[in-house]
Structures are given as structure tokens and as C-alpha cells.
């Protein structure tokens, strides 16, 4: 028998996650600050939740820190979507990003929408 933190999420889970990215998604998103991909590792930080993508950066993150972006601690909806993503194993993700500001060595993830 499976552990419980390893099997897929309950319909529901996946339908409030579903609905909250479609909520939540702006119209008119350009190709340069989205990226879809794997997520292919994740590490944490004082200011939030890495992660990278197997597929690389969007655009609007080209020369930010070794492929890493950050999802502010602030997004605590986010952060724990990513994770549940992570530890389940549904790692196919689509991700919207804002550049990095000056002197900020990463893009920020606006929105993280899982690919089924």
C-alpha cells in the first residue's frame, strides 16, 4: 500500500488547483515571462521557495543566477502548490515570471500552474 504523501491527490485537490490557476491567470501574458517545463530541483531560502525547470528560464529571466527562480515566501499559496507538485511527482509545470529587479540576482514567480 502506497504512503498517503506519495499517491496523487484527491479530484478535489486537483480541482481547487485547477480553478485557482484559472482564476488567477492574467489574460495577455507574453511568451517572454512564461516558461513550461519539469520542475528538476527545488531548495529553500530565507526569502522563499527556488526552484529550476529542466527547459531553462523565460526570457525575462535570461542572466538571473544559475536558472534559479524564486517564489517569495510572501506566496505561501504558491510555495505549498510547488511542493505538493514536488513530493507527488507532478512535476510538469507552466510558470509566469517578473524580471529580476536591479540588484536582484533572481526572477520572481507570478504564477505557477500545473500541467496535466
Request: charged share 15%.
Amino acid at each position: 500500500m502506497p504512503t498517503p504523501c506519495l499517491t496523487r491527490p484527491p479530484t478535489w485537490v486537483r480541482a481547487v488547483l485547477a480553478c485557482g490557476a484559472v482564476l488567477a491567470a492574467p489574460a495577455g501574458w507574453a511568451a517572454e515571462n512564461w516558461q513550461r517545463g519539469n520542475i528538476s530541483e527545488v531548495t529553500t531560502t530565507a526569502r522563499g521557495l527556488m526552484i529550476r525547470l529542466d527547459s531553462g528560464l523565460p526570457t525575462n529571466c535570461t542572466g538571473t543566477g544559475l536558472s534559479w527562480m524564486l517564489i517569495p515566501e510572501a506566496n505561501k499559496t504558491m510555495v505549498s502548490t510547488t511542493l505538493l507538485l514536488w513530493i507527488t511527482g507532478r512535476r510538469a509545470i507552466d510558470v509566469y515570471t517578473s524580471a529580476a529587479s536591479a540588484g536582484d540576482s533572481y526572477c520572481s514567480v507570478t504564477q505557477v500552474d500545473p500541467v496535466e
